[in-house]
């Protein structure tokens, strides 16, 4: 099983749709885990970390769920703007590298 | 102010050459990475420095040779170039140790091109 699982779509949504990835993860002993953000052409950007169940950030949820060991991320009324590449990353801590997913693409069209 | 800046943002070279690609952050970080993006865009850590020491050192062929002057700097050199090294590079760099839960904050990416 691979470290990180992402289903790399493209998911296409219509503005205003309420969008959600997952994204599963094989080490049960990752801490904490973040969303990134990358636009075609960009660097990865921060947008959300999740320490523990979950996390909100405006029309951004993300909800971590360690048993199955998937954390997913919601998306609500989405904008044109949020079209870009969403990447999973977990965290084991310390010394650790972490391993980036492939990202699941996102197309947001009018 | 850029928080990570790399140098330059399009590199074209033949194969053969030698080249450089420069990264300096004032984000006052401890770590600083170079992560490399193939054309199927797969993230992948290639080296990471902590305060000017290596912690992390991938399987990446010792073509590659970083070199942190100080802990604000992390440069990659590559020598003797490739066609498969064509791929965009990324510097970054966090707080603490990445995999202490850190936030990593990227440069704007080297696209390299091998001919």
């Known amino acids: 099983r691979k470290e990180v699982e992402q289903d790399p779509g493209p998911f296409n949504v219509p503005e205003g749709a309420t969008v959600a990835f997952n994204c599963t993860y094989s080490n049960s002993a990752s801490q904490s885990f973040f969303w990134y953000r990358q636009d075609c052409r960009k660097e990865p950007k921060l947008l959300m970390s999740v320490y523990s169940s979950g996390n909100e950030d405006g029309r951004f949820t993300a909800q971590l769920n360690r048993a199955s060991q998937y954390i997913s991320l919601l998306i609500r009324d989405s904008k044109l703007s949020d079209s870009a590449t969403y990447l999973c990353?977990?965290?084991?801590?310390?010394?650790?590298?972490?391993?980036f997913g492939i990202g699941t693409k996102l197309q947001v069209i009018p | 102010d850029t928080a990570v800046s790399q140098t330059p943002k399009y590199l074209v070279t033949q194969m053969g050459n030698d080249k450089s690609i420069k990264c300096e952050q004032n984000l006052g970080h401890d770590t600083m990475y170079w992560y490399k993006q193939d054309s199927k865009k797969f993230l992948k850590i290639m080296f990471s420095y902590n305060n000017k020491e290596l912690i992390i050192n991938e399987t990446v062929p010792n073509r590659f040779s970083p070199k942190s002057p100080d802990k604000a700097h992390l440069n990659l050199h590559i020598n003797s170039l490739e066609l498969g090294d064509s791929a965009v590079y990324f510097c970054?760099?966090?707080?603490?140790?990445?995999?202490?839960?850190?936030?990593?904050?990227f440069g704007s990416g080297t696209q390299l091109s091998v001919l």
């Open positions: 970054a760099s966090s707080q603490g140790i990445q995999g202490s839960n850190e936030k990593l904050f």
């Open positions: 990353v977990p965290s084991r801590g310390g010394y650790q590298k972490v391993t």
